[in-house]
């Protein structure tokens, strides 16, 4: 049978190059927003998270953008390394209720030594 | 510092049985959520818990329930097994819940197997 993983976007960089994981969302009332890193077996972990009041916010070696217009989130890796490899899911908070976040799709992110 | 945890691992199940799946918050935290993820996609926001209410339902049918106990921790329960409920059950805690914004951090998960 088919996989659904087939229809999981899908980066492949290599090691030591810039990532950048893309995701767009649908509710213009969503006002929080934050993405997770998800190890084969393992549950979502915190990466970085970004409010409605900004537009960019810095980590280490992570930069979300929130195009707010185009309602557009981006999450760049700099010099992306092996254990960078998993799949990214950006979420939204929609509404200003902390009790529920949707998940987007997520990309499968493959770092190649 | 101990993060969430979730217990059991694994758990495998036959249609029609009842299962109960255990959820211990980050020490100070005060919310629990759950979440249903099924293999290829992303986290199902299922419920969520502050001070052993519930503050919040998604879209699930009433055989998932859960509570939250006065320590944090949190069950959630789901009866009537269907061969769908096969997936990857995440813990989420917060610190608080429905006043501003609190990021949530994720357990390992339980691994259910309905056959």
Excluded at chain 1, 66 to 74: A, D, G
Excluded at chain 1, 93 to 109: D, V, W
Excluded at chain 2, 84 to 104: H, I, K, P
Aim: hydrophobic fraction near 30%; charged fraction near 15%; include cysteine.
């Amino acid at each position: 049978g088919e996989s659904v993983g087939l229809h999981l976007p899908t980066l492949s960089v290599q090691e030591g190059d810039n990532s950048i994981i893309n995701c767009a969302y649908s509710n213009s009332a969503s006002d929080y927003f934050i993405w997770y890193k998800q190890e084969s077996g393992k549950g979502p972990q915190f990466i970085i998270d970004i409010r409605s009041n900004m537009d960019k916010r810095q980590g280490q070696r992570v930069t979300v953008l929130l195009n707010k217009t185009v309602k557009h989130l981006s999450l760049q890796i700099a010099a992306t390394q092996p254990g960078d490899s998993a799949v990214y899911f950006c979420a939204e908070n929609r509404g200003g209720s902390n009790y529920k976040l949707t998940f987007g799709k997520g990309t499968l992110l493959t770092v190649n030594p | 510092d101990a993060g969430v945890t979730q217990s059991p691992t694994h758990l495998i199940k036959t249609r029609g049985q009842h299962v109960t799946l255990r959820c211990s918050p980050i020490s100070g935290h005060k919310s629990v959520s759950w979440y249903q993820q099924v293999l290829g996609q992303g986290p199902q926001f299922i419920f969520q818990y502050y001070e052993k209410e519930e503050r919040g339902r998604g879209n699930f049918p009433d055989r998932f329930s859960a509570r939250q106990f006065p320590n944090y921790s949190s069950e959630l329960n789901v009866n009537a097994l269907l061969l769908g409920d096969s997936a990857l059950y995440l813990c989420a805690s917060s610190a608080v819940a429905g006043v501003f914004q609190e990021t949530q951090y994720f357990g390992p998960g339980t691994r259910l197997l309905v056959l």
